[in-house]
């Protein structure tokens, strides 16, 4: 489903004003604490975690923090956002990382948080699949239901 924030027309400045307020809110909520749970209970081969289409990379921050499992994380998105953090452990590419042509890597631990709704069905099966083939994990967590409610 697009959205209006998915089209490069869209002003920067509100498209991370929303994107920090839903992250911010669901940080708050708590609704990543079961996901939390789960990856507390996992064991990974890599000590990257790579957030893709983060947006203000509020999400990925908290479970990287929260989890403890991993040595850095890398924050990408289609249209990144100028954010600095005080942990060096964090990074946020400043340069454009599309997904649906971005390619994957077993070396790293993949999340997308809230972002899978953005593709249609043909693009969410090719990026499944390149996952795949790529032998790397991706954890797709979707919080919203992506209506006109929502």
Not at 74 to 103: E, G, H, S, W
Not at 116 to 145: P, T, W
């Amino acid at each position: 489903m697009r959205e209006l924030e998915d089209h490069s027309w869209f002003p920067t400045w509100l498209r991370t004003e929303q994107s920090e307020f839903i992250d911010n809110m669901a940080v708050a909520s708590g609704i990543f604490k079961p996901f939390i749970k789960h990856l507390k209970s996992q064991t990974f081969q890599t000590s990257v975690m790579m957030d893709v289409c983060s947006g203000s990379g509020i999400p990925a921050q908290y479970l990287f923090l929260e989890t403890g499992h991993f040595q850095s994380l890398v924050l990408t998105d289609k249209f990144p956002v100028n954010v600095n953090f005080a942990d060096t452990r964090i990074q946020y590419l400043n340069q454009v990382c599309d997904i649906t042509t971005m390619p994957f890597d077993k070396a790293h631990f993949y999340t997308m948080l809230n972002a899978f709704h953005h593709f249609d069905k043909d693009e969410q099966n090719s990026m499944i699949q390149r996952c795949e083939e790529a032998g790397a994990e991706l954890y797709i967590v979707e919080i919203l239901e992506p209506t006109f409610i929502c």
